[in-house]
């Protein structure tokens, strides 16, 4: 199996897009856990529900990468040129709408829920009172703790899953070098690399918010997102130059 250029510069981009992606407070990262992170007293508790969390970001990952790794092996020869300057100026097209109006695609919290970070930040404060009210109700009764322990986990699975599955901006690179690679491994290496940088971040991120909770809300500030999808940009815009140049010299 040979490696080349467009190999490697998809590793490391995939290597930071995956930092980028664990850090940016979206709906596909540390966002989600943050609810049943704060407040929460028992270390264990905490890994076990990022754990869940990110084991079912990586497996869609994987399979993403071996479907789409599969799908390259099967296009033509002769549309493979196309197919490559065709994904390449999608990506350029991409990486400026993330550079010029990074909020347009990815700022889904005012756009799509008509309010900010903060109100967010306030949303998992209240969580934090409820879970702990709710946590002390469900032990007044006697309920099994291991078994909501488990159902939690298998919902926070499902739920970085499908957050996988759904189009995030900082994957499509990714999905750009799938379809040029002809071949599953490649492919699904690079989604795999993507998979683990993404869990090193929220994971790091999680860790750092259930040590200190005041790093929640300098997170959550809508900088920070903006920030970070003009900097994928930015990436995005190198790799589809680079891959363009390749293909047409």
Not at 71 to 80: A, D, G, K, N
Not at 212 to 239: H, N, Y
């Given at each position: 199996?040979?490696?080349?250029?467009?190999?490697?510069?998809?590793?490391?981009?995939?290597?930071?897009?995956?930092?980028?992606?664990?850090?940016?407070?979206?709906?596909?990262?540390?966002?989600?856990?943050?609810?049943?992170?704060?407040?929460?007293?028992?270390?264990?508790?905490?890994?076990?529900?990022?754990?869940?969390?990110?084991?079912?970001?990586?497996?869609?990952?994987?399979?993403?990468?071996?479907?789409?790794?599969?799908?390259?092996?099967?296009?033509?020869?002769?549309?493979?040129?196309?197919?490559?300057?065709?994904?390449?100026?999608?990506?350029?097209?991409?990486?400026?709408?993330?550079?010029?109006?990074?909020?347009?695609?990815?700022?889904?919290?005012?756009?799509?829920?008509?309010?900010?970070?903060?109100?967010?930040?306030?949303?998992?404060?209240?969580?934090?009172?409820?879970?702990?009210?709710?946590?002390?109700?469900?032990?007044?009764?006697?309920?099994?703790?291991?078994?909501?322990?488990?159902?939690?986990?298998?919902?926070?699975?499902?739920?970085?899953?499908?957050?996988?599955?759904?189009?995030?901006?900082t994957v499509a690179i990714m999905y750009k070098y799938a379809l040029d690679s002809a071949s599953a491994w490649k492919a699904s290496f690079i989604f795999g690399v993507y998979a683990v940088s993404t869990a090193i971040a929220v994971g790091?991120?999680?860790?750092?918010?259930?040590?200190?909770?005041?790093?929640?809300?300098?997170?959550?500030?809508?900088?920070?997102?903006?920030?970070?999808?003009?900097?994928?940009?930015?990436?995005?815009?190198?790799?589809?130059?680079?891959?363009?140049?390749?293909?047409?010299?």
């Open positions: 199996m040979e490696f080349d250029s467009l190999f490697w510069i998809a590793f490391q981009s995939s290597l930071i897009l995956g930092l980028v992606h664990g850090v940016n407070p979206c709906g596909h990262s540390w966002l989600v856990l943050a609810p049943f992170v704060v407040g929460e007293k028992k270390g264990s508790k905490v890994t076990w529900l990022t754990i869940s969390f990110l084991s079912g970001t990586a497996l869609a990952c994987l399979i993403l990468g071996l479907t789409i790794g599969s799908v390259s092996t099967l296009i033509p020869e002769s549309m493979e040129f196309w197919v490559d300057v065709g994904t390449s100026v999608l990506l350029v097209a991409l990486g400026l709408i993330l550079l010029i109006k990074p909020n347009l695609i990815h700022h889904h919290h005012d756009e799509e829920h008509g309010h900010d970070h903060s109100h967010d930040v306030e949303h998992i404060h209240e969580h934090e009172h409820h879970h702990q009210h709710e946590h002390d109700h469900v032990h007044l009764h006697a309920h099994p703790k291991n078994e909501r322990r488990k159902l939690t986990g298998l919902a926070l699975f499902g739920i970085g899953f499908i957050n996988m599955i759904i189009p995030c901006p790091a991120v999680i860790y750092a918010i259930y040590h200190i909770r005041r790093l929640l809300e300098k997170l959550s500030q809508d900088w920070v997102e903006t920030a970070l999808m003009r900097g994928a940009g930015v990436l995005t815009i190198i790799f589809a130059g680079y891959s363009l140049t390749t293909s047409l010299t």
